[in-house]
């Protein structure tokens, strides 16, 4: 039940990115969403059983379930790195090599290990060393991009603003967590090769179910933040833009009337509204020169507000 609540979850913050994937072609929040729901159906051990049956009846649902993990934590990896490392610094490398790989790997493995009837619990698959080192690779993999999304989220965090910092924080305290959680996991893989490690005190299956989900919401939520966030204040920003369009319109008339409308600038009617502000404000400090002064002091600390204003909206 906790897998399929957390899917429910995910697939719900991969439709809140629909209108980016649309606008953009392409998203990879979207993406790590998606396939992470897609992975946490798959494991709920009814879902798995049933789906398995229906497909060969071997297991087979367990490569599908690792694919789909395979690809969620890599662009979750990609979307992390994306937003927060500048371009600047970023490393030249093969983006595409170690995803390659793995999926590469685990096709092997998954082949050398042979037709076993349907499984739905760890133990029993792992006793053939190809299956256990078919799931070592996923928890490499797993661990591989956790602590490098951690280790990128708290190191530029400090750099970022306020719905960033919140949003990064959460990608970040998720990402501990499930480094944690393929910690546990490959205590409990080496165990069935190395029955030692059964005295090593690791949470419960049930705690680590909980720990799972909230490492999924956790990212999901923490990559969705921002973008709300930044949604938001465009629509604040456009808003704002309106009205003072609106209340410099008036005032930019009045002027060009004085100065005999020779200030007067070319303008786009499509253009972005701020832009046609900033056009505006403009015309209107041309036409002020040439008349030699019309402004009151109430429109002129209007005008001058509405220019900081604009400044302040092209910061980064």
């Not at 280790?151 to 965090?157: H, L, T």
């Not at 306020?162 to 998720?174: C, E, H, I, L, Q």
């Not at 059964?198 to 299956?205: E, F, G, K, T, Y």
């Not at 020779?262 to 505006?280: C, K």
Request: with cysteine; aromatic share 8%.
């Amino acid at each position: 039940m906790i897998q399929l609540v957390a899917a429910a979850v995910l697939f719900v913050l991969a439709g809140a990115r629909i209108p980016a994937m649309m606008r953009n072609r392409g998203d990879t929040v979207f993406f790590a969403g998606l396939f992470a729901g897609v992975g946490s159906v798959l494991m709920s051990p009814d879902v798995y059983a049933t789906v398995d049956s229906h497909i060969g009846g071997i297991n087979v649902a367990k490569l599908a379930l690792h694919t789909s993990m395979i690809f969620s934590v890599w662009y979750l990896r990609r979307s992390v790195l994306d937003a927060i490392v500048p371009a600047g610094t970023r490393r030249v490398r093969v983006r595409s090599l170690p995803l390659t790989l793995t999926l590469a790997l685990e096709l092997t493995f998954f082949i050398l290990t042979g037709p076993i009837p349907t499984t739905n619990s760890w133990g029993l698959y792992h006793e053939r060393l190809p299956a256990a080192l078919f799931s070592a690779v996923l928890i490499a993999f797993i661990g591989w991009v956790c602590g490098g999304v951690a280790a990128a989220c708290f190191r530029y965090i400090p750099r970022m603003r306020r719905s960033f910092k919140v949003g990064f924080t959460m990608v970040g305290a998720g990402s501990v967590l499930a480094l944690l959680v393929t910690i546990r996991f490959a205590i409990g893989l080496l165990s069935v090769p190395i029955p030692a490690l059964l005295a090593v005190p690791v949470p419960s299956d049930a705690v680590i179910r909980v720990v799972e989900m909230v490492t999924l919401i956790l990212g999901g939520a923490g990559l969705t933040v921002p973008a709300v966030a930044g949604h938001s204040r465009l629509k604040r920003q456009a808003r704002w833009a309106a009205d003072t369009l609106a209340g410099v319109e008036p005032i930019r008339d009045r002027v060009l009337q004085h100065a005999g409308g020779g200030g007067l600038l070319e303008s786009d009617p499509a253009a972005p509204t701020g832009e046609r502000l900033h056009r505006m404000i403009v015309e209107v400090w041309d036409a002020e020169l040439a008349s030699g002064g019309t402004l009151t002091a109430q429109e002129r600390t209007f005008l001058l507000a509405a220019e900081e204003q604009l400044d302040l909206n092209r910061r980064p």
